[in-house]
Nanobody, 121 residues
Framework: QVQLVESGGGLVQPGGSLRLSCAAS????????LGWYRQAPGNQRELVAS???????NYADAVKGRFTISRDKGKNTWYLQMNDLKPEDTTVYYC???????????????WGQGTQVTVSS
């Protein structure tokens, strides 16, 4: 069974920084594409940043230049470094990964439980 566990959310003042982490555990053969999403109440979940298996990155326009996605392959962990945070960044953030697991011939998408980020003075 594969699990994704997020950490690093919290309360920060405008202009501050946070680093979110997402750790994948379980019977993992390989982690393919991965990403970070966010979802405000009443809104659809939106892509914040993604990292492909070929190390290509993609960012939402709202976070370009402020957020950076990265990965520690050896630990099956990836990160979202968030700088210059704004009140409009306040919401729940989710990590997602396409993973090939032991006993499953197909890659599947797995989600973390979500972590709250609040940007407020």
């Amino acid at each position: 069974q594969v699990q994704l566990v997020e950490s690093g959310g919290g309360l920060v003042q405008p202009g501050g920084s946070l680093r979110l982490s997402c750790a994948a555990s379980g019977s993992i053969i390989s982690v393919l594409a991965l990403g970070w999403y966010r979802q405000a109440p009443g809104n659809q979940r939106e892509l914040v940043a993604s990292l492909s298996s070929g190390n290509n990155t993609n960012y939402a326009d709202a976070v370009k230049g402020r957020f950076t996605i990265s990965r520690d392959k050896g630990k099956n962990t990836w990160y979202l470094q968030m700088n210059d945070l704004k009140p409009e960044d306040t919401t729940v953030y989710y990590c997602d990964a396409t993973i090939v697991a032991v006993g499953d011939p197909n890659s599947r998408s797995y989600w973390g439980q979500g972590t709250q980020v609040t940007v407020s003075s």
